[in-house]
């Protein structure tokens, strides 16, 4: 059950080994511009510079609030050079969220072109020449000297207080997968496209994973991927290793089967697979590698790794996730935490390399995911990921779902007591519910709350007053995008089951029969 261990580098160490080998191997591809290994480590450490001359040093975290660009990537190296961890902030979160998250670091900089946060904290403008002004000016540096399990980066995701928790991953996380069995599409002549959200883990493993090993990057403007734009930059850019969540993967084989023509290799994953659409991709592709993937931002980016076959998709309680990446431990906890046997249900619990270091400014929070617990005699530190999981009689991990109250949309993360935390801190709503509605394969796709309204003090004997456009609207302006429930239903009174508590199943089935509050972007950019 355990991934061998190997040291791991800086991650700006081997982007900077991949220039001096081949600097003019192409690292970024922008448009249909190509911009160099050689142009982009030249460009970091220029950046460096400028950010080692505003305060920035090691055990720091630099939020950068730019969008997806060349100049971007320069910039994530400068800070790592420095010695310090970023964290992309991504423009289009609502404005109280970024100062939550900015409250939160209180950063020595902010990397932005925007001026909002001017006068509460330092902005690092970077100049009008950009990447190519800044590996012009070719000034060195010498990066600080960090350990590989210093933090690199900084994943925000879903708190159940309402405030997000910072997961700060190390170095050593990111670049241990790159070498595992399995993820071999990384590397010269390799290319993957970087279309996932700025926010999130997997875009440092579409990102890093090139870059690292000496491959390409297309950076994508969208943060999403059509069908159309996937057989475009295979043909144009020889894009030959792609990532895509298991909801863009199932709505491509369900709309456009045949956009996987030409890669060497598709990996998915973020939410539980579904058999119908695995089979379907099988059948129609049967030379084409299909990898699912299991991970949480705890455990940077990918933990278990399968190559399906046929087979797969016909097992019991669903697809298997696989076996464990180089660098990474999985051990399977009963309630006494005694570990479980083949068959038997328990906690998946994580270890090894790509542990991230705890969550930012929340200790005990930190100590409480990730306790040392002893196993076989020997302390050991896991994150408790709340899945639970069971091992077959191969050593294959099948994943049977959440503990908690924790679910994935479109490969977000989302606790749904942030979201209502968040909602039951507006006027006008009290004792809310947030659920998700699930398709008829049983998978999440749309989130609903549901809320009583309280009655008016001036007439309390009436109607309650009830808006449910007016607390979608304010929600709209406190979560993202994909953490806003489309469907916002208040009530008087919750119905009840025959021994008093909330008839859940009765509210599943109001939220079905209500409309929709808002249209939301979903992650291909359509309206649903």
């Given at each position: 059950?355990?991934?061998?261990?190997?040291?791991?580098?800086?991650?700006?160490?081997?982007?900077?080994?991949?220039?001096?080998?081949?600097?003019?191997?192409?690292?970024l591809?922008?448009?249909?511009?190509?911009?160099?290994?050689?142009?982009?480590?030249?460009?970091?450490?220029?950046?460096?510079?400028?950010?080692?001359?505003?305060?920035?040093?090691?055990?720091?975290?630099?939020?950068?609030?730019?969008?997806?660009?060349?100049?971007?990537?320069?910039?994530?190296?400068?800070?790592?050079?420095?010695?310090?961890?970023?964290?992309?902030?991504?423009?289009?979160?609502?404005?109280?969220?970024?100062?939550?998250?900015l409250?939160?670091?209180?950063?020595?900089?902010?990397?932005?072109t925007?001026?909002?946060?001017?006068?509460?904290?330092?902005?690092?403008?970077?100049?009008?020449?950009?990447?190519?002004?800044?590996?012009?000016?070719?000034?060195?540096?010498?990066?600080?000297?960090?350990?590989?399990?210093?933090?690199?980066?900084?994943?925000?995701?879903?708190?159940?207080?309402?405030v997000?928790?910072?997961?700060?991953?190390?170095?050593?996380?990111?670049?241990?997968?790159?070498?595992?069995?399995?993820?071999?599409?990384f590397?010269?002549?390799?290319?993957?496209?970087q279309?996932?959200?700025?926010?999130?883990?997997?875009?440092?493993?579409?990102l890093?994973?090139?870059?690292?090993?000496?491959?390409?990057?297309?950076l994508?403007p969208?943060?999403?991927?059509?069908?159309?734009?996937?057989?475009?930059?295979?043909?144009?850019?020889?894009?030959?290793?792609?990532?895509?969540?298991?909801?863009?993967?199932?709505?491509?084989?369900?709309?456009?089967?045949?956009?996987?023509?030409?890669?060497?290799?598709?990996?998915?994953?973020?939410?539980?697979?579904s058999?119908e659409?695995?089979?379907?991709?099988?059948?129609?592709?049967?030379?084409?590698?299909?990898?699912n993937?299991?991970?949480?931002?705890?455990?940077?980016?990918?933990?278990?790794?399968?190559?399906?076959?046929?087979?797969?998709?016909?097992?019991?309680?669903?697809?298997?996730?696989?076996?464990?990446?180089?660098?990474?431990?999985?051990?399977?906890?009963?309630?006494?935490?005694?570990?479980?046997?083949?068959?038997?249900?328990?906690?998946?619990?994580?270890?090894?390399?790509?542990?991230?270091?705890?969550?930012?400014?929340?200790?005990?929070?930190?100590?409480?995911k990730?306790?040392?617990?002893?196993?076989?005699?020997?302390?050991?530190?896991?994150?408790?990921?709340?899945?639970?999981?069971?091992?077959?009689?191969?050593g294959?991990?099948?994943?049977?779902?959440?503990?908690?109250?924790?679910?994935?949309?479109?490969g977000?993360?989302?606790?749904?007591?942030?979201?209502?935390?968040?909602?039951?801190?507006?006027?006008?709503?009290?004792?809310?519910?947030?659920?998700?509605?699930?398709?008829?394969?049983?998978?999440?796709?749309?989130?609903?709350?549901?809320?009583?309204?309280?009655?008016?003090?001036?007439h309390?004997?009436?109607?309650?007053?009830?808006?449910?456009?007016?607390?979608?609207?304010?929600?709209?302006?406190?979560?993202?995008?994909?953490?806003?429930?489309?469907?916002v239903?208040?009530?008087?009174?919750?119905?009840?089951?025959?021994?008093?508590?909330?008839?859940?199943?009765?509210?599943?089935?109001i939220?079905?029969?209500?409309?929709p509050?808002?249209?939301?972007?979903?992650?291909?950019?359509?309206?649903?």
């Amino acid at each position: 059950m355990t991934g061998h261990p190997s040291p791991q580098p800086l991650i700006h160490a081997a982007v900077a080994g991949q220039a001096a080998r081949d600097p003019d191997a192409t690292a970024l591809v922008w448009h249909d511009r190509r911009i160099s290994y050689g142009t982009l480590d030249a460009a970091a450490n220029d950046y460096a510079v400028d950010l080692h001359d505003r305060g920035v040093r090691p055990g720091q975290v630099v939020p950068i609030l730019l969008d997806r660009s060349p100049d971007m990537v320069a910039l994530q190296l400068g800070v790592l050079k420095t010695g310090a961890a970023y964290t992309n902030l991504d423009p289009n979160w609502p404005v109280e969220r970024q100062r939550i998250i900015l409250d939160l670091i209180a950063p020595a900089v902010v990397i932005s072109t925007d001026n909002q946060w001017d006068g509460r904290f330092d902005r690092y403008q970077p100049s009008d020449g950009g990447i190519d002004g800044a590996a012009r000016r070719a000034r060195p540096f010498h990066p600080a000297p960090v350990p590989p399990d210093a933090p690199a980066t900084v994943f925000f995701t879903s708190g159940t207080t309402g405030v997000p928790k910072g997961v700060l991953s190390p170095h050593q996380a990111v670049t241990r997968l790159f070498g595992s069995p399995g993820l071999d599409g990384f590397g010269p002549g390799h290319t993957t496209p970087q279309v996932a959200a700025l926010a999130w883990d997997m875009y440092a493993f579409e990102l890093w994973g090139q870059l690292t090993t000496g491959g390409t990057v297309v950076l994508i403007p969208e943060n999403y991927l059509l069908p159309d734009t996937l057989r475009q930059i295979v043909s144009r850019h020889g894009v030959d290793t792609l990532w895509i969540t298991t909801s863009v993967f199932n709505m491509f084989v369900d709309e456009a089967p045949d956009c996987f023509g030409g890669l060497a290799r598709v990996y998915t994953g973020g939410e539980k697979a579904s058999p119908e659409h695995m089979r379907a991709f099988l059948s129609r592709h049967p030379d084409l590698p299909l990898w699912n993937a299991y991970g949480p931002a705890e455990s940077c980016m990918i933990t278990t790794l399968r190559r399906l076959v046929p087979a797969d998709c016909d097992v019991p309680g669903g697809i298997p996730v696989g076996t464990p990446v180089q660098g990474t431990s999985v051990v399977l906890l009963d309630k006494s935490d005694q570990r479980c046997e083949p068959g038997q249900e328990g906690e998946l619990c994580i270890a090894g390399q790509g542990l991230a270091t705890g969550y930012l400014g929340q200790p005990e929070l930190t100590l409480e995911k990730f306790p040392i617990i002893d196993l076989d005699g020997l302390p050991v530190r896991l994150y408790r990921t709340g899945d639970m999981g069971v091992w077959d009689d191969d050593g294959v991990l099948h994943y049977r779902g959440r503990r908690d109250r924790q679910i994935k949309i479109s490969g977000q993360r989302i606790e749904l007591a942030e979201i209502e935390s968040v909602a039951g801190s507006l006027p006008g709503v009290r004792n809310c519910i947030a659920f998700p509605m699930t398709n008829l394969e049983g998978l999440p796709r749309r989130l609903a709350l549901v809320y009583q309204v309280p009655r008016s003090d001036a007439h309390p004997s009436g109607p309650p007053e009830d808006d449910p456009l007016g607390v979608h609207a304010q929600l709209r302006q406190l979560l993202p995008a994909y953490m806003v429930p489309q469907i916002v239903r208040g009530l008087a009174q919750y119905p009840v089951t025959a021994n008093g508590k909330v008839d859940r199943a009765a509210l599943h089935e109001i939220a079905r029969q209500s409309r929709p509050a808002g249209r939301v972007r979903s992650g291909r950019g359509r309206e649903r």
